[in-house]
C-alpha cells in the first residue's frame, strides 16, 4: 500500500508564491514517479510536474515551466511543488500521485495511486 497526502494549498494574490508537500507513506522503498496534477472546476485533469525519485529527474508542463519547481526531500519521503509567479488560472485543486510501473521517465504524467488533493486559490 502507498498513501499519499498533499498540503500547502490556499489563497493567494496573482503574483504570489505557494509551496505544496506530499508525504507519501508505506510502499515508499523503490524508485517511482511523484507526479502532481491539477484540475479545475468543469476541466480535464492536467499534469504539471513529476519526479523520479531514484535520481531526481524532473518533468514539466509548458504552462508552469519557469514558475513551478518539484523537488523531493528524500529522509523526509516528501515532494514539493514550489509555486511561484501564480496567476489567475492556476487555481484548480491539486493532486499528488505515484506511478510505481515507470521505467524511470515520468515524462507521461501517470498515477496509480492518488491523494485526496489541495485546494489552490489566485485571486486577481
Known amino acids: 500500500q502507498l498513501q499519499l497526502v498533499e498540503s500547502g494549498g490556499g489563497s493567494v494574490q496573482a503574483g504570489g508564491s505557494l509551496r505544496l508537500s506530499c508525504v507519501a507513506s508505506?510502499?515508499?522503498?523503490?524508485?517511482?514517479?511523484i507526479d502532481w496534477f491539477r484540475q479545475a472546476p468543469g476541466k480535464g485533469r492536467e499534469g504539471v510536474a513529476a519526479?523520479?525519485?531514484?535520481?531526481?529527474?524532473?518533468y514539466y508542463a509548458d504552462s508552469v515551466k519557469g514558475r513551478f519547481t518539484i523537488s523531493q526531500d528524500n529522509a523526509k519521503n516528501t515532494v514539493y511543488l514550489e509555486m511561484n509567479s501564480l496567476k489567475p488560472e492556476d487555481t484548480a485543486m491539486y493532486y499528488c500521485?505515484?506511478?510505481?510501473?515507470?521505467?524511470?521517465?515520468?515524462?507521461?504524467?501517470?498515477?496509480?495511486?492518488w491523494g485526496k488533493g489541495t485546494l489552490v486559490t489566485i485571486s486577481s
Open positions: 508505506g510502499y515508499t522503498y523503490r524508485s517511482y514517479c
Open positions: 500521485a505515484a506511478d510505481l510501473g515507470n521505467g524511470g521517465n515520468c515524462q507521461g504524467f501517470e498515477g496509480d495511486y
Open positions: 519526479i523520479y525519485t531514484g535520481d531526481g529527474k524532473t
